[in-house]
């Protein structure tokens, strides 16, 4: 199975820039092209978190009629840029959603399961997996009982060294979500955003996969106390293949 990971978008509407910097409109324009380019195609698309900037409705309509425009199945969690209502609404077909609320998802109908965990705080940077998360959780887990299963969510269950960025992290229920996958035994990869680099780790057993931004990069930077910034990078994605089995090969592609 070939699955295409974006995230981090941070789609602004009327071409405005971010940081009077990034056109993120054109970025995720461009990375659309070049995932449409590509000679063998996904079989799936994830994307987790941070479509948009300020989660108007007229960012969420870019992203979707790009997205759409793939003609390929696509599954979303939202980020801490997003906001549940206007997501939902505009990508429908693209999120599940709990009976509290959270746009969680499960997909047992693929030849992996996939689960898509919501870790946002809305109005917040980090991240959260609240006891109502963890109990539905348990119950996706359990129903994908003796499978293969890829779990994505936008805020990485790690830390990375990049202290500012850490800060503002998944801050509750880290050790749950090691303690569940663990349990599980068979989660292949658990695919994240927010950080904006490419960065490699584990959780509970299983490999953490952060894809970098589908626009702009924040420089590799390890100095204790140190904000972030960002970098020249250009806006990449990951594109990860996975056999029977279970056997994983995850690239970065740049745009």
Same mark, same amino acid.
């Given at each position: 199975?070939?699955?295409?990971?974006?995230?981090?978008?941070?789609?602004?509407?009327?071409?405005? @820039?971010?940081?009077?910097? !990034?056109?993120?409109?054109?970025? !995720?324009?461009?990375?659309?092209?070049?995932?449409?380019?590509?000679?063998?195609?996904?079989?799936?698309?994830?994307?987790?978190?941070?479509?948009?900037?300020?989660?108007?409705?007229?960012?969420?309509?870019?992203?979707?009629? /790009?997205?759409?425009?793939?003609?390929?199945?696509?599954?979303? *969690?939202?980020?801490?840029?997003? @906001?549940?209502?206007?997501?939902?609404?505009?990508?429908?077909?693209?999120?599940?959603?709990?009976?509290?609320?959270?746009?969680?998802?499960?997909?047992?109908?693929?030849?992996?399961?996939?689960?898509?965990?919501?870790?946002?705080?809305?109005?917040?940077? &980090? /991240?959260?997996?609240?006891?109502?998360?963890?109990?539905?959780?348990?119950?996706?887990?359990?129903?994908?009982?003796?499978?293969?299963?890829?779990?994505?969510? &936008?805020?990485?269950?790690?830390?990375?060294?990049?202290?500012?960025?850490?800060?503002?992290?998944?801050?509750?229920?880290?050790?749950?979500?090691?303690?569940?996958?663990?349990?599980?035994?068979?989660?292949?990869?658990?695919?994240?955003?927010?950080?904006?680099?490419?960065?490699?780790?584990?959780?509970?057993?299983?490999?953490?996969?952060?894809?970098?931004?589908?626009? &702009?990069?924040?420089?590799?930077?390890?100095?204790?106390?140190?904000?972030?910034? !960002?970098?020249?990078?250009?806006?990449?994605?990951?594109?990860?293949?996975?056999?029977? /089995? /279970?056997?994983? *090969?995850? &690239?970065?592609?740049?745009?």
């Amino acid at each position: 199975m070939l699955i295409a990971h974006l995230t981090d978008s941070h789609v602004l509407a009327g071409g405005r @820039k971010l940081a009077d910097r !990034f056109d993120t409109g054109a970025n !995720f324009d461009r990375l659309i092209a070049s995932l449409a380019a590509q000679p063998v195609q996904p079989d799936l698309v994830v994307v987790s978190g941070d479509l948009g900037e300020d989660a108007t409705a007229e960012e969420y309509a870019h992203v979707g009629e /790009g997205l759409r425009r793939l003609g390929l199945p696509v599954l979303a *969690v939202p980020g801490n840029h997003d @906001k549940r209502a206007p997501m939902r609404a505009a990508l429908p077909e693209m999120t599940g959603q709990t009976a509290q609320g959270h746009l969680c998802l499960a997909r047992s109908d693929l030849p992996l399961a996939v689960i898509g965990l919501d870790t946002l705080v809305e109005g917040a940077p &980090h /991240g959260e997996i609240c006891p109502d998360r963890l109990a539905w959780l348990d119950q996706a887990l359990a129903d994908c009982a003796g499978r293969d299963v890829l779990l994505f969510l &936008h805020h990485p269950p790690i830390t990375t060294g990049l202290q500012d960025m850490d800060g503002m992290g998944l801050l509750t229920g880290r050790d749950a979500l090691a303690e569940r996958v663990a349990a599980h035994g068979r989660v292949r990869a658990i695919l994240c955003g927010h950080m904006h680099r490419a960065i490699i780790g584990s959780c509970g057993g299983a490999d953490v996969l952060v894809a970098p931004s589908a626009s &702009h990069q924040i420089a590799f930077d390890l100095r204790a106390g140190s904000p972030y910034s !960002f970098s020249d990078e250009p806006p990449q994605y990951m594109m990860h293949r996975i056999a029977p /089995g /279970g056997a994983r *090969v995850s &690239h970065v592609v740049s745009v």
